[in-house]
């Protein structure tokens, strides 16, 4: 009989409804779960292998969201006895300690800051005078940036050279008691580069600039900066060469800020990039503060420290920064 030859096959038995339900089950998690070798990189198809991607980020995120739920409840349940938080890893609590780094009681440290050339302003025998120049033929946007920093800095002015060496700018600065000198380069009409120059003897510290925003740029900003002098908070500059770079900033701004005018300047440190913002506060109480950024803003990288005035050709380096040899590590900074 056809039904009964030996070459037709036998139909499976149906599954009975338990070892459905467990078949369904491990279904359902083969799909939910990824295997353990699985790698989003070996799917050829681009939509399918984003759409995985952004799954397996969600199945991450899930997961570790309940593990951090279950330890919130666990600490609640032990309450006074929990144990105190564990401390997160940074780059800067991780930081290669540094040979250079400044102990606030150190006799030598103290002793060279008493002889340098910053002593005088310190001393309070001189009074901060900045001339803000520009590269040769500054454009809008430089000039609109030079403007809004001699607002900032008190005691400034800003002149325009056209043509004229810094090697003859100089002398007459000195001349006219400028103590120092700020030069704002350009490229492609966009500022990117401070040349920082303390007068008489120096020194010099030439710096990457980026991310300039002027005042319009900045969302929720204030009223322009009032004539009153401003606090100055100098942020992580740890090291002797930062010491050095943090005096020189504080040289920029007069001895005694008038508190009335609640205007303050921060240079912060973070991972050697020197970030400048420029706020007005208000105390709503006794332990809330308001504050309110009016700009401008930017940020500097320092390139190099130079002994006396500005000489590219045969001025003596303090300090110069080589990235090939200096960032071989990225928990690694100099000031």
Known sequence: MAGTSGKGRLPKPAACDGE???????????????????????????????????????????????????????????????????????????????????????????????????????????????????????????????????????????????????????????????????????????PNGLVLSHLPEGPTAHFRMSSVRLRKEIKRKGKAPTEHQPEIILNNFTTRLGHSIGRMFASLFPHDPQFIGRQVATFHNQRDYIFFRFHRYIFKNEKRVAIQEVGPRFTLKLRSLQKGTFDSKFGEYEWIHKRREMDTSRRKFHL
Not at 114 to 121: I, K, N, S, V, W
Not at 142 to 150: N, P
Request: hydrophobic share 30%.
């Open 20 to 190: 459905a339900g467990e078949q369904g089950g491990a279904a359902e998690q083969s799909q939910a779960a990824f295997p353990p070798t699985f790698s989003v990189s070996e799917i050829k198809n681009k939509q399918r292998r984003h759409f995985m991607f952004l799954r397996w980020k969600q199945q991450q995120r899930k997961e570790k969201l309940a593990i951090k739920k279950k330890r919130k409840k666990e600490r609640a349940a032990l309450g006074d006895k929990a144990p105190p938080k564990p401390v997160p890893k940074t780059i800067e609590n991780q930081r290669v300690y540094d040979e250079t780094t400044v102990d606030p009681n150190d006799e030598e440290v103290a002793l060279d800051e008493a002889t340098d050339e910053f002593a005088p302003y310190f001393n309070r025998q001189t009074i901060p005078k900045i001339l803000i120049t520009t590269s040769d033929r500054p454009r809008g946007r430089t000039v609109r940036f030079c403007e809004q920093l001699s607002t900032c800095i008190p005691n400034s002015h800003v002149y325009y050279r056209r043509g004229l060496a810094l090697k003859n700018v100089i002398p007459q600065c000195i001349a006219r008691d400028f103590t120092d000198m700020i030069v704002i380069n350009e490229d492609r009409k966009i």
